[in-house]
């Protein structure tokens, strides 16, 4: 009996000598052959992979010109393990690479708790700082190779974007960056960042218990060199854009200029705008957030994001539309008793002759005109009610690119505002008719555009119904051709036979008698219309559209100039010496230019006080008003 038991422990001892072999020998082969994560420590002790930067893709204007560059600088890595500690002497390390002692131990503080892991300590340095440092052999430190980017024309601030570090919540939404990536931010930068980022490389390194560097592992082996990133050859002329950044100082809006013919944006100018050298280097924190407390807001991009009554501009489309459902010729006149009135609804006008066609409605930029022609859209005996004659007027002006994306390449773009029938059944309760709208006939009420969605309508009328989404990009370093989308010509639901009257009535308007004429050029038929929003909050918003010649035309832009008064008082100065300039390569009218560069305009919602020669601004602005009133105006 007492054999059998003594038998039964020893079978039982056995077993569970073999289960813990079992289990250690799992365990052991488990490591070896599964899990890597003691080898990749092991290799840590002997092994430094260093990330190889690719220098990012370059930006040229349409000519060949340098918009973007990169130049060579280094970060400073450190990893605490390796760190000397007796031997280290901060004093030195601070001097050579004028760091700040406070920000050195902050981040020698923050590298020790994760002691093998590289740790960031300053960015931005200069290849002269980088040879100093090489010759003191600070061990525990190294430099990575990297570049930045650099502005040769001080221009583009909004439409070329920046490039800024990878935060926590970059990382998170995209995996593939990791920390000590940079990311494109905004503009070109960001809409083309997988183009202009290029391919990481390795550089493996053996180093021996003390940090120092040995030399290469298995001779370069297993190293891989970055892929440099892709050069961009944009569609904006550099010498436009500098020229509509310097027109536009002193000012609160946006220019925009686009070749009809292609979709390509000559020009975006957003002011007011930045050095984008002043978001690169040590200095990039600070400049930054003074820019965020800028209540001018030089970071927003109004010409794609900001949503502006488009005023008399879009008496165009008003046209237009009329002319295709029916309800309106090219001959139909119409009278204006200074302005249109029904029942006790007046909406006054400025003085000019009556009654008028179509033509020198426009050229005139009648509001009384616009408004028979809105009503007459929306009471259209074909639809059954004013609501659903609403929806049709809607769906045209959609047609035109407003109230939606154009789907250009920047991603910041903003859709507009159309406001639908919803909206005014919920203002009104449901109770509203053509009069009660009749402020979007003038494009007022709750119409929203931005800048560049102008631009495209002076691009649409100068192709006589049909335009290419805009783009700022001509060129892709290895590609063939662009984004298929960029070619497809998009027609509105307006007839091109429709266009003529409006091209037509234009042209009068700059050349024959209406509110344009200053912005005639000689040699040349310019087509223009100003527009003049009203603001609730200060003086009225100056517009103009306009694009040139009349025929095969090279260019169409629009200004939107926030608080300028008379759509001729402060736009159309600005988009006609920028027409001047791109068609002849020069600017033949002094006063004009120095007026427009005088210009300062105090805007109350972001200026705390009005500053010295703000007020002479405003002097040169009435002067000028006083000009374009008896050129015309439109209100």
């Known amino acids: ?37 003691y080898g990749d420590l092991a290799r840590a002790n002997v092994l430094r992979h260093v990330v190889q930067y690719p220098p990012r893709g370059e930006v040229f204007d349409r000519n060949g010109e340098y918009l973007v560059q990169s130049r060579e600088c280094y ?54 700082d980088k040879l100093r440092f090489d010759e003191c052999n600070f061990r525990g430190f190294y430099a990575v190779y990297r570049t930045v980017r650099q502005y040769p024309r001080e221009v583009g601030g909004n439409l070329l974007g920046y490039v800024s570090e990878v935060n926590a919540d970059y990382l998170k939404r995209h995996p593939d960056y990791k920390i000590g990536d940079y990311v494109g931010m905004g503009g070109v930068e960001s809409a083309y960042e997988p183009e202009l980022r290029g ?5 493996i390194q053996e180093i021996d218990t003390h940090g120092a560097i040995k030399g290469s592992y298995m001779n370069g082996r297993y190293d891989s060199l970055p892929d440099p990133g892709r050069y961009l050859v944009s569609t904006i002329d550099a010498r436009l854009q500098l020229l509509g950044e310097e027109l536009m100082r ?51 991009n109004r010409a794609v994001r900001a949503a502006y009554p488009p005023g008399s501009t879009f008496k165009l489309v008003q046209g237009l539309i009329g002319l295709q459902e029916g309800v309106l010729r090219p001959s139909d006149l119409h009278s204006c008793h200074m302005g249109y009135q029904a029942g006790r609804l007046k909406m006054a006008c400025h003085s000019h002759a009556s009654p008028l066609d179509l033509r020198f409605a426009v050229a005139t930029s009648c509001n009384a005109y616009f408004c028979y022609v809105f009503r007459d859209i929306l009471d259209n005996p074909r639809y059954e009610s004013v609501k659903e004659g ?16 154009l789907g250009s390449d920047f991603l910041d773009e903003r859709n507009g505002y159309v406001p639908d029938r919803a909206f005014y059944d ?30 495209n309508l002076a691009a649409i009328v100068a192709n006589r119904g049909y335009y290419y989404i805009p783009h700022i990009v001509k060129k892709i370093e290895g590609r063939d051709s662009l984004d298929a989308r960029f ?55 100056s517009t103009f559209l306009s694009f040139a010649p009349k025929d095969n035309p090279k260019i169409a832009i629009s ?22 300039y791109y068609l002849t390569d020069t600017i033949r009218r002094p006063a004009m230019l120095e007026y427009v560069k005088n210009l300062n305009i105090y805007y109350p919602a972001y200026d705390k006080c009005q500053t010295p020669g703000v007020l002479s601004g405003r002097q040169e602005l009435a002067e000028w008003d006083a000009v374009a009133e008896r050129a015309g105006t439109d209100t």
Request: net charge positive; aromatic share 8%.
């Open 1 to 37: 009996m007492r054999d059998s038991e003594g038998f039964g422990r020893m079978r039982t001892l056995q077993v569970v000598v073999l289960l813990v072999f079992a289990l250690i020998i799992g365990r052991l082969a488990y490591i070896q052959l599964i899990d890597s994560r």
């Open 75 to 128: 970060d400073l890595m450190v990893i605490s393990s390796e760190i000397d500690k007796r031997g280290f002497d901060t004093a030195r390390l601070c001097e050579v690479l004028n760091l700040p002692r406070v920000k050195l131990e902050r981040e020698l503080a923050n590298a020790r708790m994760r002691p093998r892991a590289p740790r960031l300590v300053m960015s931005y340095i200069s290849k002269e």
């Open 199 to 203: 391919r990481k490389g390795v550089k």
């Open 250 to 300: 002193g000012k609160v809006g946006a220019a925009v200029a686009i070749e009809p013919s292609t979709g390509e944006i000559l020009m975006m100018v957003s002011s007011p705008t930045y050095d984008p050298d002043q978001l690169v280097g040590r200095d990039r924190g600070n400049n930054y957030m003074e820019m965020l407390r800028n209540k001018r807001q030089p970071l927003f």
């Open 390 to 405: 609403y929806d049709v007027w809607k769906s045209y002006v959609e047609s035109f690119g407003f109230g939606r994306k």
């Open 426 to 455: 919920r203002q009104y309760r449901g109770s509203w008719n053509s009069l009660t709208v009749l402020s979007l006939s003038i494009g007022q009420d709750a119409l929203g555009c931005t800048p560049l969605q102008l631009a």
């Open 487 to 541: 070619y497809e010509r998009h027609y509105t639901k307006v007839d091109p036979k429709h266009f003529e009257p409006i091209v037509e009535g234009m042209w009068r308007g700059v050349n024959v008698g209406g509110t344009s004429t200053l912005a005639r050029l000689d040699g040349w038929d310019v087509c223009g219309k100003t527009g003049t929003a009203e603001n609730p909050r200060g003086r009225d918003h």
């Open 559 to 580: 200004v939107y100039v926030e608080n300028g008064g008379f759509g001729a008082s402060a736009a159309l100065p600005i988009a006609s010496l920028l027409e001047e």
